[in-house]
């Protein structure tokens, strides 16, 4: 794993390489598991498109030449025996590419054009660069020629079918920068080289990784790699985004879902408090009229069909502990009312008539959309949306006494226990928590680690039921951590989803319970374990419980804030 991104490289194939701010990325990874060739100018703007190819050409022959990437947070080149070209980003919408004895062909990744389909090329007759204008995602692709020659053009206006691109060259080497923008800008001056643009690019992610990974080197050997994984997943507010904000990934998991960002946010929080700030709040920017929060939301989409579970005030009371000063009064009344609003959607929307209870409608409103819990029964009363909701009532209580309500806290107070021993009286069967359909009344019980979930309620919790919850949770645990299904479980599968692989969320809610309810030796094992496997496997969205292979999405945040989050709070008690 890299220690310095000036001198160690990450593999791009798994992630992307891009800056802060930026709404693309540069990666072979052009759709969901799918690696092309070449390297693609990848962006996220109306979903995520691959725009722009960029293929290395041979000085001599003018074929494809074959070459090597290295990747640090700092630069991207393309490496050859004949020579090299270079990436930086100059800004979050602008890049520069230096080439030196290799040429560059610059292509729409999609040949085909429709009249709403495909990317269209023509040269601007204002300042002479050459455009891509792309239909996918409704931008421009400017390319300004700094040194060299365009040695082809082919395909200007040209429609349909029509091969379309740009070759680069030049026997002193050339240089281009391509800028992201909407319809027109001020013709391109450089700033200064392309060296000070990498200087600026290293320097920014330097400020930001030292802010928010202060670690030792030997003690968290990925955290500047996390630290990387977080900055470059970060876009600037466009769309429905009003803050900036930290994507689940700058592969196809573009998204920010109403749950993953908590993590994000209890990560950035100690070096970043305005951005872990924003992160807390991006998705209560679109609480409905009921209180709920959507599903998922990005630049050009918010989703209600489903929620996810209601783990903020859990995540509010860590962040507060972990923000380096105090939430403004303001701040604090803004979020105490969004978080009672979306409190009451579970305790009133989600809880039937006579019910003590709130359900779910799906597993995807757990967050764990195919875990054993749901294979019976969809619409379920589980014991882990009480413990939330309990958690939640409690923060609202604590935010409550410092806004001076204390008639308001009590009551708080009084709906969270209340909850609490509905929950201990309907759910728990003496060994661990069944789920409970609220239509059909059927009791069930699968071999889950969401069903051990509950241990979040930490110090509220009896002690014997503490100690048969940490009995069951140990039993999840293999050599690289917290297997969502049982490994023994006829239903488990390696690369099952929450049927069995190791997710950070589920690792960090269950460490801090165990933690907090006495039980430690359990909770540092499952900390050591969990970074020890990003440490060796990277930050992929889950893993394999058994061999500990990275699974899916390969540059998650939520992942690489679960490993920051560990990692800090390890070296705060040492």
């Known amino acids: 794993m890299p220690l310095n991104p000036d001198r160690h490289a990450f593999a791009i194939q798994e992630i992307p390489f891009s800056h802060q701010g930026s709404w693309f990325n540069i990666s072979p990874v ?36 074959e070459t090597v990437w290295k990747t640090t947070p700092t630069t991207l080149d393309w490496e050859a025996d004949s020579g090299r070209i270079s990436l930086v980003y100059e800004g979050p919408d602008t890049v520069r590419l230096r080439g030196e004895q290799l ?150 998991m573009d998204k920010v879902w109403s749950w993953d960002h908590c993590f994000n946010a209890l990560a950035l929080a100690p070096g970043v408090p305005d951005l872990a700030w924003d992160q807390l709040h991006i998705p209560f920017d679109h609480q409905d009229e009921t209180g709920a929060l959507p599903d998922s939301l990005t630049h050009s989409e918010i989703l209600y069909n489903f929620v996810k579970p209601p783990i903020h005030g859990w995540a509010l009371r860590r962040l507060r502990e972990r923000l380096p000063r105090p939430p403004e009064p303001g701040e604090l009344e803004e979020t105490y009312r969004r978080l009672g609003r979306w409190t009451d959607f579970w305790l009133q929307a989600r809880t039937a008539p006579e019910e003590g209870l709130p359900h779910y409608q799906h597993g995807n409103d757990s967050g764990w959309d195919n875990a054993t819990t749901f294979d019976d029964r969809r619409v379920l009363i589980t014991a882990d949306l009480a ?75 009896p002690s014997d039921i503490a100690d048969r919850l940490a009995e069951g949770i140990a039993a999840h645990l293999t050599p690289h951590g917290l297997a969502t299904e049982h490994i023994d479980s006829p239903h488990y599968e390696p690369d099952g989803y929450w049927r069995g692989p190791i997710w950070a969320p589920a690792t960090v809610l269950i460490e801090d319970g165990l933690r907090r309810s006495g039980h430690t030796g359990l909770a540092d094992d499952i900390s050591y374990r969990f970074r020890a496997l990003c440490e060796k496997s990277g930050f992929a969205e889950n893993f394999d419980a058994v061999t500990g292979e990275g699974l899916r999405d390969r540059a998650y945040t939520w992942t690489a804030a679960g490993y920051l989050l560990l990692a800090d709070d390890h070296h705060r008690r040492a």
Do not use: C
């Open 387 to 461: 413990a939330f909701l309990v958690l939640q009532l409690a923060e609202l209580a604590a935010l409550a006494e410092d806004l001076g309500d204390t008639e308001a806290a009590t009551r708080h107070r009084g709906r969270a226990d209340g909850l609490q021993d509905a929950l201990l009286a309907d759910l728990w069967s003496g060994a661990r928590f069944h789920s409970r359909s609220p239509l059909s009344h059927d009791l069930r019980t699968s071999r889950s680690l969401l069903d051990l979930m509950p241990i979040v309620l930490g110090e509220r919790l």
């Open 103 to 252: 040429g560059l062909a610059i292509t729409p990744a999609d040949r085909e054009l429709t009249a709403f389909t495909g990317t269209y090329l023509y040269r601007d007759p204002v300042d002479g660069s050459y455009q891509f204008t792309s239909y996918e995602t409704g931008r421009r692709y400017r390319v300004t020629l700094l040194t060299g020659v365009v040695a082809g053009s082919e395909g200007l206006e040209g429609l349909a079918g029509a091969e379309r691109r740009l070759v680069l060259s030049g026997q002193a080497g050339w240089e281009v920068v391509i800028e992201e923008i909407d319809s027109a800008r001020q013709p391109y001056t450089a700033p200064a080289d392309f060296d000070a643009a990498a200087a600026a690019h290293a320097q920014s992610f330097r400020e930001f990784a030292d802010a928010v990974a202060p670690l030792p080197a030997a003690e968290a050997p990925a955290a500047e790699l996390a630290a990387y994984v977080l900055w470059s997943a970060t876009v600037r507010p466009a769309g429905f985004l009003r803050r900036p904000a930290v994507l689940m990934s700058k592969h196809w």
């Open 30 to 65: 052009v759709s969901q598991h799918t690696r092309a060739e070449d390297l693609h100018l990848v962006s996220h703007q109306n979903g995520m498109h691959a725009v722009l190819r960029l293929v290395p050409l041979h000085p001599v022959t003018g074929e494809r030449a």
